[in-house]
């Protein structure tokens, strides 16, 4: 699947083209709740859910204490900077 451009707001790109760049940038889906997924990274991992007017990320495996930490981006930013904001960590 094509992408829209990487400056294109999230709320412009199709499901399936979400859905096609989380798998792209390494996610896996939750097979038992579709709009969550998962990323595995050696220093932290994350579950990120498709929510109804935002990407909502909760990382785990955060910091040294266990603590986990909430975001949640509004889908009016572009793909290109929600992938900087997410995929780089908490």
Known sequence: ???PSADT???????????????DCGCQRDKDALHRWFIEKSAWSAELSLEEDNL?????????????IS?????SLSRKDIEAAVFSGP
């Open 56 to 68: 909502a990320v909760k990382y785990t495996k955060a910091d040294e204490g266990g603590e986990e």
């Open 71 to 75: 975001r949640s981006f509004k889908y």
């Open 9 to 23: 707001p999230l709320y412009n790109h199709p499901l399936p083209a979400i859905e096609a760049w989380l798998t």
């Open 1 to 3: 699947m094509t992408l």
